[in-house]
């Protein structure tokens, strides 16, 4: 079975502090994509930022950037500068690349980060 | 508004009452998956079709609910005889499934959401 886990529930920053979200995945699978997505208070998801399991290379874009180890099964995501729009809910997701996997199709979701950035 | 859009936004109901919604996804997309979230958790896979075939069901779909895609394009999600618990947050996404030869990479997007409040 697939798992996503979120081990911080709440994180409160200053505007323009960097801050790191957390997340921890298992899976059988050895195809995969792992996701960010950020829920506003307005409910709707929105995707952030998407990486395969055979793509190890750490990016950066914009704002946002990611550092993904398959040793430690962790995926972490980091905003700098944050800003008060960032303040929102943030998902970790898993989802198996091929038909073979375990879980084909869906997604797997951690149980979301809250991120309140005060100015 | 091209997104994947889903109605009503907010169901208030009372326990024992059938309840249903529907989901429009976008218009390309042959996939269509539903959620459903809960507060203060992630969001959690319930069902999902590849036009108008229901490929994978999860055993959170209890009897009481069903799920149809009758021509490959809109969704409808009924629950029948409501109980407190079903009270949630009911998404739905869609995707466009290329297959293999795309590299099976096929991103959800999600619609708003349904929420759901059994009295």
């Known amino acids: 079975a697939q798992k996503v886990t979120q081990a911080q529930t709440e994180i409160s920053v200053v505007e323009k502090e960097d801050v790191t979200l957390d997340c921890v995945y298992e899976?059988?699978?050895?195809?995969?994509?792992l996701f960010w997505y950020k829920q506003p208070p307005s409910g709707e998801l929105v995707f952030l930022i998407r990486?395969?399991?055979?793509?190890?290379q750490n990016e950066i874009s914009g704002r946002y950037s990611w550092n993904f180890q398959k040793s430690t099964s962790s995926f972490n995501f980091t905003i700098t500068a944050s800003q008060v729009v960032d303040s929102a809910v943030y998902f970790c997701?898993?989802?198996?690349?091929?038909?073979?996997?375990?879980?084909?199709?869906?997604?797997?979701f951690g149980q979301g980060t809250i991120l309140t950035v005060h100015p | 508004d091209t997104g994947v859009s889903q109605d009503p936004r907010h169901k208030i109901t009372k326990r024992g009452q059938n309840v249903t919604f529907r989901c429009d996804p976008i218009?390309?997309?042959?996939?269509l998956y539903w959620y459903r979230q809960t507060l203060g958790q992630g969001p959690e896979f319930l069902t999902y079709?590849?036009?108008?075939?229901?490929?994978?069901k999860s055993r959170l779909l209890s009897d009481r609910f069903s799920a149809e895609r009758p021509k490959g394009s809109f969704s409808t999600l009924e629950i029948q005889r409501t109980e407190q618990g079903d009270s949630a947050m009911y998404l739905c996404?869609?995707?466009?499934?290329?297959?293999?030869?795309?590299?099976?990479?096929?991103?959800?997007?999600f619609g708003p959401g349904t929420r759901l409040t059994v009295l």
């Open positions: 996404a869609s995707s466009l499934n290329q297959g293999a030869k795309a590299g099976g990479y096929n991103e959800q997007f």
């Open positions: 899976t059988r699978d050895t195809t995969y994509y």
């Open positions: 990486r395969n399991s055979f793509d190890e």
């Open positions: 997701a898993l989802r198996s690349l091929y038909s073979g996997g375990t879980s084909y199709g869906k997604l797997t």
């Open positions: 218009s390309e997309h042959n996939r």
């Open positions: 079709f590849q036009n108008e075939a229901q490929l994978e």
